[in-house]
Every structure is written in structure tokens, then in C-alpha cells.
């Protein structure tokens, strides 16, 4: 097994296993290597230490039961390993800037540590092409007019570049933390493409909805997209590791080659932006792209 392979499998793990206190000791037995070989392999390939990435988890899943539960904040401090709900306060207040009461009562977009993933397709090297063209498929949404709250990257035309210009771990926190505000067809995570003439400008963020005022983090910004009939290019569910770039191809040129006069539409990327939907195991991958009736 590769080093990556078992930095993921420790990752994982750790996921699995928050509620009993992951530790160096638990993990290496987990996966089967030393303690020291498991510290330096992490360090090396998540880019932090272990305990730095476990810290930062247990902050994340507390965070998101104060969000989206009504138990006690002592009881929640316990169960993700704080000494006490003043403990927990503490490191809130350091990494949030208010205490967990007050950010139960007023929920914030906050840079929470997300569920790291560093093992990609791209390391497969015994990727099958297995996706099937034929399940291809073309529907059309409407989508009422909502705000969108992100960042829009000039230079990025996809989703590998516009992570060269941001920070992958910062901005993918504080639209997690917005999960229980996003808009419920434009859900967090919701990335895609804004058309400036024939250029793509990549977006990442979430949508909310028109009435949306809350804060906006730095680096952010939120633009009103108004209600569209979008095409909906679509894959079912597909094996994320040994398809995914196959199944992203396809549906990808066929969104951008498509011809939406042969069903009395034309393109609306004018006024409306390009959504991408991608969530292999559950959805599979969807290229959401805005038209209006032709006159």
C-alpha cells in the first residue's frame, strides 16, 4: 500500500473514531505502521501533524452539533473530547471569534477544518474506464432566483486552478459551516462556471437564499442570480476512484456542445451562472447550465 493510500486510511479512521479520542498510538495500530513512521507520513502528505488535524476536526464536529442540535453544549463538549464546556469556549472563541452560545444563536460563516482527502483519481494507476456514454442524460430544472456567496477566480477555469489561488482547507471550512444557511437547491459546495464572453470564470461557495444578510468572510463575495430554467447534463451514480474523470469529460462536452435550439431554448449564461453538481456515490455528476425560451 502507498503512503498516500495509508495517510488516507488514517484520515479515515480518525473520522470514524472521533468520539473515543484518536491518537497517535490508536491510529498507527489501526493501519499497522510505527507511531513515528505514521507521524512523518502524515506531516509529509496532509501538511499539518496529527494531532494539529484532530484538534481541528474535534472543533468541526462540535461546531456542527451546536449548528444543527439542541443538546447541551456540555454534553457536546465531552462527547468530542474537551475537558470542559469552558474548555471548548475557549478554543471557539480563539478560532471563531464569539463563544459557542452565541453562535448557536446567530449562525456565522466560520473557517471550519474539514474532512481532509488526499487521495485523488489522478494517483489511481489502475483507473478502468468502465462509465457508459449511453446513460448520459439532458432534463430541464427551474431554479428560483437566489444570492450566491463565494469567490469568483478570473484565473482559474476549472476546479484544480482555483485551488492554486486559494486555500483549499480555508474556504471549503467556511462554506461547510454554512450548511444549515444554504439554499436548498444551490446547497454549500455548489461550485461551476460564470461565462465572460467565451472565457470561463471557475466560482466555489454556497447558495442562499434572496434574503440572505448574514456576514460575508473575507475573500468572499455575494451577487443575486435571478430565477432561470436551467439544462440539467447529468450521469448517474458512478465509483468515484476508476470514473471519475471519464464521467466528467463526457457529461462536461456535452453541457458545452450542446444545442438547446433543438428543444426551443437558448443559452442564458449571460444573466445566470453554470452549476456543477458532484457527489459520485450519492448523485453522480451534473452540469447545470441556464436557458430561456426561444421568442
Not at 499539518?48 to 453544549?73: C, P
Not at 474532512?115 to 483519481?121: G, N, R
Not at 477555469?157 to 454554512?178: A, K, L, P, Q
Amino acid at each position: 500500500m502507498r503512503n498516500i493510500e495509508v495517510v488516507q486510511q488514517m484520515i479515515d479512521w480518525i473520522e470514524e473514531n472521533m468520539e473515543e479520542g484518536p491518537t497517535l498510538q490508536k491510529v498507527s495500530r489501526a493501519v499497522g505502521y510505527s507511531p513515528w513512521y505514521c507521524s512523518c507520513m502524515f506531516h509529509d502528505i496532509a501538511g499539518m501533524t496529527m494531532k494539529s488535524y484532530v484538534t481541528g476536526r474535534r472543533l468541526a464536529m462540535a461546531t456542527e452539533k451546536i449548528r444543527d442540535t439542541e443538546e447541551r453544549i456540555l454534553d457536546i463538549a465531552i462527547k468530542y473530547g474537551f475537558s470542559s464546556q469552558e474548555a471548548l469556549t475557549r478554543v471557539f472563541k480563539e478560532q471563531y471569534g464569539c463563544t459557542p452560545a452565541a453562535y448557536r444563536r446567530d449562525n456565522r460563516p466560520v473557517p471550519m477544518m474539514v474532512h481532509k482527502h488526499v487521495l485523488f483519481p489522478e494517483y489511481d494507476e489502475k483507473r478502468v474506464k468502465t462509465m457508459e456514454e449511453t446513460r448520459l442524460a439532458v432534463r430541464v430544472e427551474h431554479i428560483p432566483a437566489h444570492k450566491y456567496l463565494g469567490i469568483w477566480e478570473e484565473k482559474a477555469e476549472n476546479y484544480g486552478d482555483f485551488w492554486n489561488y486559494h486555500d483549499c482547507d480555508e474556504v471549503c471550512g467556511f462554506v461547510t459551516s454554512m450548511d444549515k444557511m444554504a439554499h436548498p437547491i444551490v446547497t454549500a459546495h455548489t461550485a461551476g462556471w460564470k461565462m465572460q464572453g467565451d472565457k470561463k470564470v471557475y466560482f466555489y461557495g454556497t447558495g442562499v437564499p434572496l434574503d440572505y444578510a448574514g456576514e460575508i468572510p473575507t475573500g468572499f463575495e455575494i451577487r443575486e442570480v435571478p430565477a432561470s430554467d436551467y439544462l440539467v447534463f447529468s450521469y448517474p451514480v458512478f465509483d468515484f476512484m476508476s470514473e471519475n474523470a471519464d464521467v466528467m469529460g463526457a457529461v462536461e462536452r456535452l453541457a458545452f456542445s450542446y444545442d438547446p435550439a433543438g428543444i426551443g431554448y437558448e443559452w442564458n449564461d449571460e444573466d445566470c451562472q453554470i452549476y456543477q453538481r458532484h457527489y459520485p456515490e450519492k448523485l453522480g455528476y451534473q452540469v447545470v447550465r441556464p436557458v430561456r425560451k426561444m421568442k
